[in-house]
């Protein structure tokens, strides 16, 4: 009943193809349903027609129903490391493209894909360092911080991508790393008040706190969610709490011993600017959107549009709050229209939509909201400070939703699509 050997090793083949092409996607924050949809479209294009897949967390397995009564041809991959690369990612959705497209051939498709994952990061590690220290700093100008605290964020977050980095390359869980480094971030800080120079240190620490936050995880939890895939929603989810926990324990430590040597920081809200900082804030909106997605090594080509994803969320959100919106709603319809954003540069740049998600709502991420319920809760408030958290938590979960929600509204009717894939094959 079973096939021929030499059909079985090529069934093999192809899937072994599409699963290294969904290890990348998933290791760099795809959703379970792109990975999903990815897979089975490469292994449809190399004559594969029975392909069911099954989407984990951590594997993504691959089935070749040959027919009722003949056993599948089953391949398995482990997807152990969450390193984002979205170079990597856009490559492979152009692939996938150009493989379904006809534009490319199976053997050259294989080649391609060879050629992807063996190539380097676009970027030497201090670029990337230096991307990350340009987005402290631009989240700290947003928060309404002066050049001096904007110097101190800057510097202070080289400090801690280097000192996380280098735990990371030790194979140190990324929970203890954010812990390191949101103890960095708030010994900063606590050093910067103690000098009495007049400034605001708990910005320091706001803006520390947005290079560790798992914003795009949050993201993919949501979207998982909501098409279906609760185990690996689940399991992202528990990735989010276990990370977000690891940067409160951090900042929650320094507090702690701060208070015993007579130091505490004044509790106070974000500072409500006029109309006339807009231009600057959205100038810092920017530059956060382009250093978050340079440190994620976005293609140098969509920098820019990364960039205009930031302002365009950020400007709605600003406008939005200035006519009385809640917080939470504000953000949740800025999202909307990074989503939406987001999807429609993807198909202009021919690049994955995560690169323009993951950048446009790093200006909306409530850094602040978490590092003041942390405050309140160190100083005994413990109801405010967990009405603070869960008003984070309820913003973060606006955040994704409205991302999704935009990125389906821009989307082509699925019977318009199909007839723009014919006429383009």
């Known amino acids: 009943m079973h096939l021929p050997e030499p059909d079985e090793r090529e069934a093999y083949r192809v899937l072994d193809f599409a699963l290294r092409a969904g290890e990348v996607l998933l290791s760099g924050g795809a959703a379970a349903s792109e990975v999903m949809a990815a897979t089975i479209a490469l292994a449809g294009a190399c004559g594969l027609r029975g392909v069911v897949c099954e989407v984990t967390f951590t594997s993504i397995t691959l089935s070749y129903?040959?027919?009722?009564?003949?056993?599948?041809?089953?391949?398995?991959?482990?997807?152990?490391?969450r390193t984002p690369d979205y170079t990597r990612v856009t490559e492979i959705h152009?692939?996938?493209?150009?493989?379904v497209g006809g534009q490319v051939s199976v053997p050259a498709a294989m080649s391609r894909l060879d050629e992807?994952?063996?190539?380097?990061?676009?970027?030497?590690?201090?670029?990337?360092?230096?991307?990350?220290?340009?987005?402290?700093?631009?989240?700290?100008?947003?928060?309404?911080?002066?050049?001096?605290?904007?110097?101190?964020?800057?510097?202070?977050?080289?400090?801690?991508?280097?000192?996380?980095g280098a735990l990371l390359a030790r194979a140190l869980p990324d929970f203890y790393a954010n812990v390191v480094g949101a103890a960095?971030?708030?010994?900063?800080a606590m050093g910067v008040m103690a000098t009495d120079l007049g400034v605001r240190p708990s910005l320091i620490v706001a803006s520390g706190i947005i290079l560790l936050l798992p914003g795009v995880t949050l993201v993919?939890?949501?979207?998982?969610?909501?098409?279906?895939?609760?185990?690996?929603?689940?399991?992202?989810?528990?990735?989010?709490?276990?990370?977000?926990?690891?940067?409160?324990?951090?900042?929650?430590?320094?507090?702690?011993?701060a208070d015993q040597l007579g130091m505490s920081l004044v509790v106070s809200q974000s500072p409500v600017s006029?109309?006339?900082?807009?231009?600057?804030?959205?100038?810092?909106?920017?530059?956060?959107?382009?250093?978050?997605?340079?440190?994620?090594?976005?293609?140098r080509r969509t920098l820019p549009a990364a960039g205009l994803s930031g302002a365009l969320g950020w400007g709605a959100f600003r406008g939005l709050s200035?006519?009385?919106?809640?917080?939470?709603?504000?953000?949740?319809?800025?999202?909307?229209?990074?989503?939406?954003?987001?999807?429609?540069?993807?198909?202009?740049?021919?690049?994955?939509?995560l690169v323009y998600v993951a950048a446009g709502i790093i200006p909306l991420l409530p850094g602040l909201t978490i590092y003041r319920g942390m405050l309140f809760l160190a100083d005994?408030?413990?109801?405010?400070?967990?009405?603070?958290?869960?008003?984070?938590?309820?913003?973060?979960?606006?955040?994704?939703?409205?991302?999704?929600?935009?990125?389906?509204l821009a989307r082509p009717a699925p019977g318009k699509a199909r007839r723009s894939r014919s006429r383009r094959g």
């Open 274 to 299: 006029g109309l006339g900082e807009v231009p600057v804030q959205l100038g810092a909106a920017t530059l956060s959107a382009v250093g978050a997605a340079g440190a994620n090594y976005a293609p």
């Open 220 to 257: 993919g939890s949501v979207q998982d969610a909501i098409n279906g895939y609760l185990l690996t929603a689940s399991a992202r989810a528990f990735e989010v709490f276990v990370l977000t926990a690891g940067i409160v324990s951090g900042v929650a430590a320094i507090l702690s011993v």
């Open 94 to 99: 152009n692939l996938v493209d150009d493989l």
């Open 65 to 81: 129903v040959r027919a009722p009564d003949v056993a599948p041809v089953t391949s398995v991959r482990l997807v152990q490391q």
């Open 322 to 353: 200035e006519i009385g919106l809640d917080p939470a709603l504000a953000t949740g319809i800025a999202a909307v229209l990074v989503g939406t954003g987001a999807y429609l540069l993807a198909r202009r740049q021919h690049a994955s939509p």
């Open 380 to 408: 005994g408030n413990t109801g405010t400070g967990l009405l603070l958290l869960s008003q984070a938590t309820t913003i973060g979960l606006a955040l994704a939703a409205g991302v999704i929600l935009g990125e389906f």
């Open 184 to 188: 960095i971030a708030t010994s900063v």
């Open 116 to 164: 992807v994952v063996q190539r380097r990061h676009p970027y030497h590690r201090w670029v990337v360092t230096g991307f990350r220290a340009l987005l402290g700093a631009s989240v700290a100008v947003l928060l309404g911080a002066g050049p001096l605290v904007t110097l101190i964020a800057f510097l202070t977050s080289v400090l801690v991508d280097r000192v996380t």
